[in-house]
């Protein structure tokens, strides 16, 4: 993935599963993440995210899930097909929103 990428992701952390190894933050090409004082994975940077999918893809509890935002450059196909293979949740618009882009 490349620069072009940045911004256009949603990085979603589900704390209860992540068990807090690190490996998304330590190998993240651009800093999205971080441990907190706690020592689980969160997300500080995500506008800076690249999607390049490595956290998803390594993560060993399967705690992290990236998507793509939804804006109005996506063409009404493409969104369909979005809104299909996500069960009609799109990261960064409510459920309302998304009934009525239909």
């Not at 441990?35 to 969160?42: E, S, T, V």
Request: with cysteine; charged share 30%.
């Amino acid at each position: 993935m490349s620069a072009k990428n940045k911004g256009k992701s949603k990085v979603t952390i589900f704390p209860d599963w992540c068990k807090g190894c690190g490996i998304c933050a330590a190998f993240c090409p651009a800093k999205v993440m971080e441990l907190n004082d706690q020592g689980k994975a969160i997300v500080v940077r995500e506008e800076d995210c690249i999607n390049c999918g490595f956290c998803e893809l390594h993560c060993p509890d399967f705690a992290i899930m990236i998507q793509p935002k939804m804006d109005d450059d996506i063409p009404a196909v493409c969104r369909d097909l979005l809104l299909k293979k996500t069960g009609g949740q799109v990261a960064g618009e409510s459920e309302e929103s998304n009934k009525e882009k239909g």
